[in-house]
């Protein structure tokens, strides 16, 4: 089992900036990916951004070059900035953990609203 706990959500208004953060524990791979996730219709969730132990990243092309996903292997710990945020970015954002390279997801963190608002 791996827990992930989210923070760094919040209220800001469009153009402004915000950085996610999220930390896991418990049966942690060497190798593994790390994420964020938003809702997406149909009840399902689409991928903003993931980054793997070795760098790789893969961002959502609604957010490339606004949002730069990072990590921290000794802390087990993934963040993502946040800048130029659009009304239509808000939404609760999903940390994810994956034994392998996306799309696999193994366990979800709960959440952290984002809200893009003036």
Do not use: H
Not at 7 to 16: D, E, I
Not at 60 to 85: E, H
Request: hydrophobic share 30%; net charge positive.
């Amino acid at each position: 089992q791996v827990q992930l706990v989210e923070s760094g959500g919040g209220l800001v208004q469009p153009g402004g900036s915000l950085r996610l953060s999220c930390a896991a524990s418990g049966s942690i791979s060497t190798t593994n990916t790390m994420g964020w996730y938003r809702p997406a219709p149909g009840n399902r969730r689409e991928l903003v951004a993931v980054i793997s132990t070795n760098g790789r990243t893969y961002y959502a092309d609604s957010v490339k070059g606004r949002f730069t996903i990072s990590r921290d292997n000794s802390k087990n710990t993934v963040y993502m900035q946040m800048d130029s945020l659009k009304p239509e970015d808000t939404a609760v954002y999903y940390c994810s953990f994956g034994s392998t390279w996306y799309p696999r997801t193994d366990f979800w963190g709960q959440g952290t609203q984002v809200t893009v608002s003036s």
